[in-house]
């Protein structure tokens, strides 16, 4: 049979025309990033590209840009590299017979994150691969790049001059000899490709043998131990299933149908060589459609053993799952291919990361906080190592003091948190880097000694660490015990552009436990029940428990569920459990959750909840414990006139601040429900701030202060300052005590306040077409009935009255503060009453009149009085009484007003 030889002749030793390359600026300026970093940078892949009207002559442009996808023909990993001096790499490029058919006269060299490295044009080259009698060429690219320091900072370590040679337009002859290479590059640009004659062959190099499934590499039985062979695919053409794999002597390593591949009818071994540093899940055997569990935890554990690396995913279809993935240190597993993993069963995660502690180790002098030292009993830590620090004190009790974080002293959670050790300082003291931010005790409390511990304690923490999930579509229905991705004891995890579903059932999507430095993140996706969603925290798509600097985040979005994101605290666990700190949620969405979109519980710390969307919730945010922030959200109910847009849940939300937030739709749209019970210390909840202000409220009934459970003396102090009402009122329930509410422009509503509220401040506010009066009390008749609220002669009940605008003051009724004829007609103000500047008292409409009872300024000076009904007394002129009475709008009011203190 004659051989036709397609586009050469065995014969001919041709020279083809040679061309410039250049290092591009990009490459430089990477170059030079990288060498000041310390970092290794990592060139890995040749673009070919065939560009219409491209000059070979013509030297490239510095600044070139990649060539348009459609001109693109193949994009390979780097076949060689090495190193000719200190300041010169080289890179080359094999294509085999197998390849084509195609043409290319543009080469291009790429680093990892797509950066072009370098750029050559070139005359058009074809290549062809062998089809029946039609043999076709081999050909190389090469590159050689100098840049000071270039074989350090790019860590290539083997010597060019043991391997480097041009396999360019040389011909595979299928008689039993390989390819070779016959002239040597070393510059870049210098293309010197050279046909290659049967008689160079015969004396030539032989090459790897290649295969085009690992089903036919198995099959032959002459494998040598050192011979190299070549996995073109796995299974199918184009699976990035392919490797190159050295042949070893049997049992060199554990079969993991990756790294090593048992070869029994050559009785050897193949070890995986990962040619361009890559390494696929489908290189270790997984296949889509399939259960992947072993092949994917293979992957897994040999980027482990080799300190870490990046597993890739190439498959679009779902790889079914029968065990969970066991993630490791420094272990990323990434698809730009939306690969699927599926789980196949009840009680199975997709994806787990399992740290751990070590032994307690007693705290044996009492640590404050503030501090940055620890005295411990005996000590294995060493600096750097992260420690778990644990108090004997039970955080929901009163033992913690002003650091309760909760009412119920039966959940077993102490004051805990991360820290990382700085240095060793002696043998029985080490210090952290950051000051601890709770009480370490050496005895408990009363309220904590019934407990599961018996002393502070620090624990060594080993965290599964430095990880990454990325681009994943996960699901499946993990039981309500577990997650699809489950993380206990992970740090700096990162899950990003994932699509997570639970398939509508009872379980969480995510969920993190004593993580520190956690993110889901990158437009994630997560969906949660859907149907018949239960209460339970068991139906919550994320939870973070007992964790640290956890975050949502990237504009995912959660759907479904029953709290979409829940911060919480880890109760179940006696010797552990402590709050989370500084965790919640930014810049992302919350849609349909049944309960609400956001909750922190009580026991925690700083939760944070910014900038983001609610919607269709019968609750947009609600926060329960210390130190929480809600702002630049914008909540909004698909029912109108339901639910709690920012639902405040306890008289322990100390230091919480609400703010900038857009409210709308919900029947309360911010209410703050002051609940407490005599278990939590009185100086934990006395003046009790919690700051509601810059909030903008459409529709709604009122934004509440709810009523404590029962009367109480506790000065819960809630401010709700500078804030834009429309159609919704404010409303001050009884015993809300020292209230403030003030600057506030409501449109369309009423301030209200109730019974028994001692320390209550009104004003000023801007109250626009009231629903009634523009301040009303808990009667009709009398705002202050029988003067119960704040009786005369009690030095802690008094009320401070502040202006009220209103652009209709004429046709408002009682369009000022406070109407009550028989307590305020008759005799002077009483005793603690504060009537700020402007304040306005108004009696009952008479005959369709309005009557002004008294004016004062802020030092008591009274200014305009009325002794009888209709009859003005002191200096100010008929007139001003008309002026108010006939104002207009709102800014004519104003006027008339001040023309009483001139």
Request: aromatic share 8%; with cysteine; hydrophobic share 35%.
């Amino acid at each position: 049979m004659k051989l036709i030889m397609r586009g050469i002749s065995t014969q001919q030793v041709e020279a083809i025309t040679m061309s410039i390359g250049i290092l591009t600026n990009a490459g430089r300026t990477l170059f030079a990033q990288k060498a000041a970093a310390g970092e290794k940078l990592t060139i890995d892949r040749f673009l070919l590209a065939n560009i219409p009207g491209l000059d070979s002559a013509a030297a490239p442009d510095p600044e070139e840009n990649l060539p348009d996808i459609a001109y693109r023909e193949a994009e390979r990993s780097i076949t060689r590299q090495g190193y000719v001096s200190a300041d010169k790499v080289v890179y080359s490029l094999y294509l085999g017979t197998e390849e084509g058919d195609f043409s290319f006269n543009w080469v291009g060299l790429l680093a990892e994150d797509d950066t072009l490295i370098a750029v050559r044009y070139i005359d058009t080259i074809s290549k062809y691969k062998t089809t029946g009698i039609n043999v076709g060429n081999s050909l190389t690219r090469n590159f050689m790049v100098t840049y000071t320091d270039a074989q350090a900072i790019t860590n290539v370590t083997v010597d060019a001059s043991t391997w480097q040679l041009s396999f360019d337009q040389a011909t595979e002859l299928k008689i039993g000899m390989s390819q070779i290479a016959n002239a040597q590059e070393v510059e870049v640009g210098d293309d010197d490709q050279k046909f290659v004659t049967s008689a160079k062959l015969a004396g030539s190099k032989r090459l790897p043998r290649s295969f085009d499934t690992l089903t036919e590499l198995l099959s032959v039985q002459n494998l040598k131990v050192g011979q190299k062979v070549i996995l073109l695919s796995r299974n199918i053409d184009g699976d990035s299933g392919g490797n190159t794999y050295k042949v070893v002597e049997p049992g060199t390593g554990v079969h993991d149908n990756g790294k090593f591949i048992d070869h029994p009818n050559s009785n050897v071994q193949l070890m995986g060589i990962f040619p361009g540093g890559k390494v696929f899940a489908e290189q270790f055997g997984a296949v889509a459609g399939t259960d992947c569990y072993v092949s994917i935890q293979a992957g897994i554990d040999y980027l482990f053993a080799l300190g870490g690396g990046n597993l890739l995913f190439a498959s679009s279809g779902n790889m079914k799952l029968s065990q969970s993935l066991e993630l490791r240190s420094n272990v990323s597993l990434t698809t730009y291919a939306n690969t699927g993993l599926e789980t196949t069963g009840l009680n199975i995660s997709a994806i787990r990361l399992t740290g751990s502690l070590e032994d307690d180790i007693e705290v044996t002098s009492e640590a404050s906080p503030g501090e940055s030292t620890i005295n411990a009993a005996t000590m294995s830590l060493s600096p750097n190592d992260w420690v778990r620090i644990s108090s004997i004190i039970n955080a929901n009790s009163p033992d913690a003091g002003q650091f309760q974080l909760g009412r119920n002293p039966g959940n077993h959670s102490y004051l805990s948190e991360f820290a990382r050790v700085e240095s060793i300082i002696n043998a029985v003291k080490f210090s952290v880097y950051e000051p601890i931010n709770f009480p370490y005790a050496i005895t408990p409390g009363p309220h904590s000694a019934s407990f599961a511990i018996n002393s502070s304690v620090v624990r060594k923490v080993n965290f599964v660490e430095n990880c990454r999930i990325h681009g994943f579509r996960i699901s499946g229905d993990p039981g309500s015990s577990w997650a699809l991705v489950l993380a206990r004891f992970a740090k700096d995890l990162v899950i990003s552009n994932c699509v997570i579903d639970c398939v509508d059932s009872v379980a969480n999507n995510i969920r993190l436990e004593y993580c520190l430095d956690c993110n889901i993140t990158e437009r994630s996706r997560i969906i949660g029940k859907k149907t018949s969603v239960p209460s339970g925290s068991t139906a919550n798509p994320i939870i973070m428990a007992s964790c640290q600097n956890c975050k949502v985040t990237g504009r995912s979005v959660i759907e479904f569920g029953n709290q979409s994101v829940d911060v919480t605290t880890e109760l179940e666990d006696q010797s552990r459990g402590g709050p989370s700190l500084f965790c919640g949620a930014e810049d992302c969405t919350s849609t349909m959750a049944s309960t609400e979109g956001f909750t922190s519980h009580d026991g925690n710390y700083f939760s944070i909840f910014k900038n983001l969307i609610v919607t269709g919730s019968d609750r947009g945010i609600r926060i329960r414990s210390f130190g929480d922030t809600v702002s630049g959200c914008v909540l909004m109910s698909n029912y109108p006139l339901s639910g709690i847009g920012v639902h405040i849940q306890e008289a322990a939300c100390l230091n919480s601040q609400v703010y900038d937030n857009t409210v709308k739709g919900y029947l309360f749209p911010i209410s703050w429900d002051l609940t407490y019970t005599d278990y939590y210390p009185l100086a934990r909840i006395n003046n009790n701030l919690c700051d509601i202000y810059h909030n903008s409220v459409t529709n709604g009934q009122k934004c509440f202060i709810a009523s404590p459970p029962t009367p109480t003396n506790i000065l819960f102090s809630p401010v709700f300052r500078d804030n834009k009402i429309t159609g919704c009122g404010i409303g001050v329930g009884s015993y809300a005590n020292g209230a403030s509410v003030s600057d506030n422009v409501v449109v369309g509503g009423s301030i209200y306040f109730g019974l028994d509220i001692q320390s209550l401040s009104l004003g000023p506010n801007t109250v626009k077409k009231p629903t009634g009066a523009c301040v009303q009390g808990p009667s009709i008749n009398n705002f202050i009935t029988d003067m119960a609220t704040f009786p005369e002669g009690n030095a802690e009940a008094y009320l401070t009255l502040g202006p009220v605008f209103t652009d209709d003051p004429k046709n408002t009724p009682s369009s000022g503060i406070i109407r009550d004829e028989s307590a305020f007609l008759q005799g002077e103000t009483p005793t603690n009453y504060s009537l700020q500047y402007g304040a306005l008292l108004t009696r009952q409409p008479v005959n369709g009149t309005r009557d002004l009872h008294e004016w004062q300024d802020s030092a008591g000076i009274k200014r305009l009085g009325v002794s009888v009904v209709g009859k003005l007394t002191g200096t100010t002129a008929e007139s001003v009484r008309d002026a108010i009475a006939n104002a207009s709008d709102i800014d004519e009011f104003k006027s008339a007003m001040a023309e009483l203190f001139h």
